[in-house]
Nanobody
Framework: QVQLVESGGGSVQPGGSLRLSCTASGSTLDYLSVGWFHQAPGQEREGIACISSDGASLSYLETVKGRFAISRNNAANAVFLQMDNLKPEDTGIYYC???????????????WGQGTRVAVSS
C-alpha cells in the first residue's frame, strides 16, 4: 500500500514559482506512473501532468505546457512539480496520484494524497 503526501503549496503572486513534492511511503513508486491533478475552486479535479514509472514519458495538459515541469527521483521515492509563471487560474488544490497504468492518469487512480493548496493572487 502506497501512502502519498504532497507538500510545497502556498501563496504566491502572479508570475511567481512554486515546487510541489509528492513523497511516498509504505511502498516504492518505482513501478507506478504518477500524476498531478488540479482542482480549482468549485470545479472538478483534472489531470495536469504525468510521468511514467521510468521517467521517460511525460505528458501535460495544454494549459500548463511550458510553465510546469514534472520530474521524479525514484531513489527518494518522490515526484515533483515545478510550477513557473503562475497565474491566478492556477489557484486551487493540487493532488498527486499513482497507479500501475500508463499516463495520463484518471480519477480512478489507485493511490491519492490529501492535497496541497496553492493560491496565486496579487
Amino acid at each position: 500500500q502506497v501512502q502519498l503526501v504532497e507538500s510545497g503549496g502556498g501563496s504566491v503572486q502572479p508570475g511567481g514559482s512554486l515546487r510541489l513534492s509528492c513523497t511516498a511511503s509504505g511502498s516504492t513508486l518505482d513501478y507506478l506512473s504518477v500524476g498531478w491533478f488540479h482542482q480549482a475552486p468549485g470545479q472538478e479535479r483534472e489531470g495536469i501532468a504525468c510521468i511514467s514509472s521510468d521517467g521517460a514519458s511525460l505528458s501535460y495538459l495544454e494549459t500548463v505546457k511550458g510553465r510546469f515541469a514534472i520530474s521524479r527521483n525514484n531513489a527518494a521515492n518522490a515526484v515533483f512539480l515545478q510550477m513557473d509563471n503562475l497565474k491566478p487560474e492556477d489557484t486551487g488544490i493540487y493532488y498527486c496520484a499513482a497507479d500501475a497504468t500508463s499516463c495520463p492518469l484518471g480519477s480512478r487512480s489507485d493511490y491519492w494524497g490529501q492535497g496541497t493548496r496553492v493560491a496565486v493572487s496579487s
